[in-house]
Nanobody
């Protein structure tokens, strides 16, 4: 098990940028990591994932080219850089850790508490 704590959410205007961070405890470097989001009244959806080494990444079509996932295994951190934000990106963003041989086929079993991102038009 790994414990996850997200930070970096907030209010930003459309077209702006935010960087989310997720601090992990435990054996961070053995886990693939992912970001998910859930908007009000909608189901939680996948945003991005990164392999345990950081060598592979995978994105939802809705964020491809705008968001970048990265990790620092020395610091037990994973990031989500979000650029060109749109109002439809408004959601609670969750960090997750999981196991799997290849992206995006990861069994995410550990979740953070979430951080709110609000994009105003």
């Amino acid at each position: 098990q790994v414990q996850l704590v997200e930070s970096g959410g907030g209010l930003v205007q459309a077209g702006g940028s935010l960087r989310l961070s997720c601090a992990a405890s435990g054996r961070f470097s053995v886990y693939a990591m992912g970001w998910f989001r859930q908007a009000p009244g909608k189901e939680r959806e996948f945003v991005a994932a990164i392999s345990y080494s950081g060598g592979s990444t995978y994105y939802a079509d809705s964020v491809k080219g705008r968001f970048t996932i990265s990790r620092d295994n020395a610091k037990n951190l994973v990031y989500l850089q979000m650029n060109s934000l749109k109002p439809e990106d408004t959601a609670v963003y969750y960090c997750a850790a999981g196991t799997g041989s290849s992206l995006p086929y990861v069994n995410f079993g550990s979740w953070g508490q979430g951080t709110q991102v609000t994009v105003s038009s």
